[in-house]
């Protein structure tokens, strides 16, 4: 089970705003490592959608954003389109163990209604 | 950049899962990447399995080392990964990726292949 916890998904209008949280914990979010986002359309490999926290790469919308507190982070989604039905996931790095790993969140699934 | 899977698509519960990636539009001599491999469970979670450095340095997911080995071959820009005694539980479609970063605790995937769907038979 991953470490990374996201609510299973998410729902809105066309326009509206949603967020989807990443709870994770001291040994990861907690302790300071880069939170990115991946958005993974149906029948699709996923695609880089922030990195290190708040950072869009290039053809990204500016709708998108990152943010992060404490042991959570927060992808929001401004100005919600249908073509931002997809799951998200979250991904960061925990420390625990020998070498410390690369881990992903449960995944959110986002409907727009 | 564009990252190929080739793979057998269905193995027996026991044997070895073999995947190779190839890399398109650019080397895998890279000073500020890694090359990874994923997998996406059918349920949808993704898992990270292994990252490597084309000089060789590599981390492991520890619950899946003693059963995985990697290979990287710079000159035919391919890189590969080998899960021995493969069950239900190794069903997935299989990603490789290239990962951005120097330090491996700051790293992102910038760049994901298609997918490699792997199904494990009885």
């Known amino acids: 089970q991953s470490v990374l916890t996201q609510p299973p998904s998410v729902s809105g209008a066309p326009g509206q705003r949603v967020t989807i949280s990443c709870t994770g914990s001291g040994s990861n979010i907690g302790e300071g490592f880069n939170v990115h986002w991946y958005q993974q359309l149906p029948g699709t490999a996923p695609k880089l959608l922030i990195y290190?926290?708040?950072n869009r790469p290039s053809g990204v919308p500016d709708r998108f954003s990152g943010s992060t507190s404490g042991t959570s982070a927060s992808l929001a989604i401004t100005g919600l389109q249908a073509e931002d039905e997809a799951v998200y996931y979250c991904?960061?790095?925990?420390?625990?163990?020998?070498?410390?790993?690369?881990?992903f969140g449960t995944g959110t699934s986002v409907t727009v209604l | 950049l564009q990252l190929q899977e080739s793979g057998p698509g269905l193995v027996k519960a026991s044997e070895t899962l073999s995947l190779t990636c190839s890399v398109y539009g650019g080397s895998i001599i890279s000073y500020e990447h890694y090359w990874a491999w994923v997998r996406q469970t059918p349920g949808g979670g993704l898992e990270w399995i292994l990252s490597?450095?084309?000089?060789?340095?590599?981390y492991y997911n520890e619950s899946l080392i003693s059963r995985v080995t990697y290979s990287i071959d710079a000159s035919k820009n391919q890189f590969s990964l080998t899960l021995k005694s493969v069950t239900a539980a190794d069903a997935a479609v299989y990603y490789c990726?290239?990962?951005?970063?120097?330090?491996?605790?700051?790293?992102?995937?910038?760049?994901w292949g298609q997918g490699s769907p792997v199904t494990v038979s009885p």
């Open positions: 290190d926290n708040i």
């Open positions: 990726v290239r990962v951005y970063g120097v330090a491996i605790s700051e790293t992102y995937v910038d760049t």
């Open positions: 991904q960061t790095y925990d420390s625990v163990g020998l070498t410390g790993s690369t881990v």
């Open positions: 490597m450095f084309y000089s060789g340095s590599t």
